[in-house]
């Protein structure tokens, strides 16, 4: 039987009373560094919109497919920061305990994902080899890839201690992360609201940037501080927080724009999600940034705590948007793996 509008918006604020509740705990992995194989099953979402199965269209954006992630194996969960290369087939994920996720998608000639293949989980090693959970750096939160003439990195931020780990790409589960300096003021984030959000520019007008930006500010009302880490224009800048939504992702368009994520759970609201796009040109030190919605999701809509973003092109030259959700390994919420394709890009 379909929920109702309140079954729904009762299920969603019991999640975020749990979410509340469970905030800040974390599992040791009891994980080799090779990593183990991780049993997944996938359910389908043929359609976005609860009950509409003609919507397809929401903007811009087109969607394609996705998938309910179901594990018997407690270490899957938790996705935070999401990578998708190879055309869609590849993906790499962060999960809030110190995990790698990586697997194969199967996806159809439009994009749309049917399954996950091959998936395995492993830790994150720090600098001498220990993982970074033993050494009290596991809540990882973002993943970006940054490529350069010396070669490309996968970049992982952690909060709590706010700090970002390099680690050679292609992945090699063994390999050992390295940190990398930031910007003194990052050391002033709030504890549990820190880096959810860091994209590198490898191409574009900001080629060579890392953006960072914020989950929250200083307080609830202030708005989220952003930074420009090399690149053409370093410094700072701050970007217009709006209805309550906090920034979780960010991934760099092909035309040098940058894509936000965005979620919100509140007792009033429930839960939320949001696309925002942000201009280069307006990525700017001392700029406050406001961008454009390009999508805005609640209760007639299938998503959960969407933390995750990437964005990949497709064999046929489409912008394509994959986003994960995080479950804070709770029975009351889901992992969902969900594409768009983004069209006018």
């Known amino acids: ?42 359910r389908p979402i043929d359609h976005f919109r609860i009950g509409r199965p003609e919507v397809t269209q929401f903007g811009r954006l087109t969607f394609l497919g996705g998938l309910e992630l179901l594990s018997p194996n407690r270490h899957m969960g938790g996705l935070s920061g999401l990578l998708v290369t190879d055309e869609g087939r590849d993906l790499i994920a962060v999960a809030d305990n110190g995990l790698w996720l990586s697997a194969r998608v ?15 989980v492993a830790p994150l090693l720090g600098p001498g080899g220990e993982t970074l959970m033993e050494l009290g750096r596991g809540d990882s939160e973002a993943l970006t890839l940054r490529r ?58 900001l080629a060579g940037t890392l953006v960072v930006i914020a989950e929250r500010g200083p307080t609830f009302a202030d708005d989220m501080p952003g930074f420009l880490i090399g690149g053409p224009r370093p410094g700072t800048f701050t970007l217009k927080r709006q209805d309550d939504y906090d920034a979780t992702d960010a991934a760099f368009l092909p035309d040098g724009d940058l894509l936000l994520l965005e979620r919100r759970f509140t007792l009033r609201h429930g839960i939320g999600m949001r696309l925002r796009l942000l201009p280069a040109a307006e990525l700017v030190p001392g700029a406050q940034v406001v961008g454009t919605v390009l999508l805005e999701a609640g209760f007639n809509e299938q998503i959960d705590n969407m933390e995750g973003l990437s ?25 969902l793996l969900l594409r768009f394709r983004l069209d006018g890009d």
């Open 148 to 205: 350069s003439d010396a070669g490309a990195e996968l970049l992982v931020s952690t909060e709590r201690r706010h700090g970002i780990f390099a680690f050679p790409y292609p992945l090699d589960f063994a390999a050992h992360g390295r940190e990398i300096p930031l910007p003194a003021a990052i050391k002033s984030l709030r504890h549990n609201k820190g880096m959810e959000a860091v994209a590198a520019a490898n191409s574009g007008p």
């Open 311 to 335: 964005v990949h092109r497709s064999p046929s030259g489409d912008t394509v948007v994959t986003l994960v959700s995080d479950d804070n390994r709770s029975i009351l919420q889901r992992t």
């Open 106 to 120: 199967k996806q159809d000639d439009t994009g749309r994902p049917l399954a996950l293949e091959g998936a395995r």
């Open 1 to 42: 039987m379909a929920k109702t509008p309140f079954a729904r918006r009762l299920a969603a604020v019991i999640a975020c009373l749990a979410v509340l509740a469970t905030a800040g705990v974390a599992t040791a992995s009891g994980i080799g560094p090779q990593g183990e194989a991780v049993p997944l099953t996938a």
